[in-house]
């Protein structure tokens, strides 16, 4: 027996397999997947929801394609992430002293 909707109260969730295209944000840019997941959509209102078997098959998907970015970089999943470069390494002409003024400051002169 189907379950009620959560949302509307009066709906039955009815289950069925649907197609969705997302993009996951990761360290090495944005990784683009499309799965197959079960989903139960409400027959009154249409709200849609998803389970931790569909979550599981979500990450799986994102993980495969995270691995294949990762192949491509030159360095495989079993190694360490590779170390974020510092604001030097980053900007390594940007300045990090404060400057001094000559003369006297004409906005915070006593």
């Known amino acids: 027996m189907p379950s009620s909707c959560d949302f509307c109260k009066t709906g ?10 997302f ?6 840019g944005y ?11 409400c027959s009154r209102c249409g709200s849609r929801d998803w389970d931790a078997a569909a979550e599981a098959i979500i990450e799986k998907a ?3 394609e995270y691995e ?5 970089d030159g360095w495989s999943s079993c190694d360490q ?3 974020r470069p510092t604001i030097r ?3 390594p002409t940007a300045r990090t002293e404060k400057h001094s003024r000559s003369g006297p400051d004409k906005y915070h002169s006593r």
């Open 12 to 21: 039955h969730i009815v289950k069925r397999e649907s197609q969705i295209t």
């Open 23 to 28: 993009r996951q944000w990761t360290d090495k």
């Open 31 to 41: 990784i683009f997947c499309r799965v197959v997941i079960p989903i139960g959509v």
């Open 62 to 64: 994102v993980r495969t």
């Open 68 to 72: 294949k970015v990762a192949a491509q």
């Open 81 to 83: 992430y590779p170390a």
């Open 89 to 91: 390494e980053r900007f």
